[in-house]
């Protein structure tokens, strides 16, 4: 995943370069968290956001990064343990051919290590619209079709199998300062469904700075590994930085 990155990173930096900067917006947030007594935890999560939006094409760049670590007693000795460990990389490009209407194609990969699932990656291409599109308000939902890739934690064989898509994200502004943003998503496949809801509101510091409180479900349908949860849930409160 580190090579990915940088990959990532250096097609956006030539790309960034070459375009005009009016058109992009880009932000990056960073939420640490860390307790100590009885119970030494820490968590880190990181994201960037990137969105090329000119007048036909839009092109949307997004990479998330989440761990967690807990002190733990084995056999009376303490031990550090990962407890959460997930990269998600997302790329989506948008042709908008009337102004309320749109085609996309979206690739994206997770990389787990404490699901079931090794990794799950999407390819879809389907049609979006936008219902409500105002200085303060926004609504737009998306349907599509495409493959999945995933592999079982303990298996050596990846499985691929058709998915359907469903989207739909509203944004709103709470006052001069605020705004709210709810996005759901179905990934509907014959092994297993996928379902995630990413609630988060944000309130502006400054110009560039802004703190982001966010709730996260991600629930399956379907859960090989003994033990193993349909659903996890994450709460992060982030410094975010708008550095365009």
């Known amino acids: 995943m580190k090579a ?3 990959l990532v990173s250096a097609v956006i930096a030539s790309t960034v370069a070459a375009e005009d900067d009016s058109l992009w917006k880009g932000k990056a947030e960073l939420g640490i968290v860390s307790t100590s007594g009885n119970t030494e935890t820490s968590s880190t999560n990181g994201k960037i956001n990137l969105l090329y ?3 036909k094409w839009r092109q949307e760049f997004k990479l998330e990064y989440f761990v967690a670590e807990s002190e733990v007693v084995v056999d009376g000795n303490t031990q ?3 407890t959460a460990d997930r990269t998600f990389f997302l790329s989506k490009t948008d042709y908008k051919f009337t102004e309320r209407s749109y085609l996309y194609a979206l690739l994206d990969y997770a990389d787990e290590t404490f699901t079931d699932k090794d990794y799950i990656g999407n390819f879809s291409l389907g049609y979006g ?3 409500i599109k105002e200085d303060d308000v926004d609504l737009h939902a998306e349907i599509g079709y495409g493959l999945r890739r995933f ?3 303990d298996s050596t064989v990846a499985v691929e199998e058709e998915v359907t898509r469903l989207g739909g994200k509203y944004s709103t502004k709470i006052g001069d300062n605020a705004n709210f943003s709810q996005e759901l998503t179905a990934e509907l496949g014959e092994d297993f469904d996928q379902y995630k809801s990413m609630t988060a509101l944000n309130v502006n510091i400054n110009s560039s700075l802004a703190l982001s409180v966010g709730y996260e479900v991600q629930h ?3 859960v090989l590994a003994e033990g193993a949860e349909k659903t996890d849930t994450k709460t992060t409160v982030n410094l975010v930085y708008n550095f365009l």
Request: aromatic share 6%; glycine share 0%; proline share 6%.
């Open 80 to 82: 550090t343990q990962k």
């Open 129 to 131: 619209r936008t219902f």
């Open 220 to 222: 399956v349908t379907e």
């Open 4 to 6: 990915l990155s940088l």
């Open 53 to 55: 939006d000119p007048e």
């Open 151 to 153: 592999q079982e934690r």
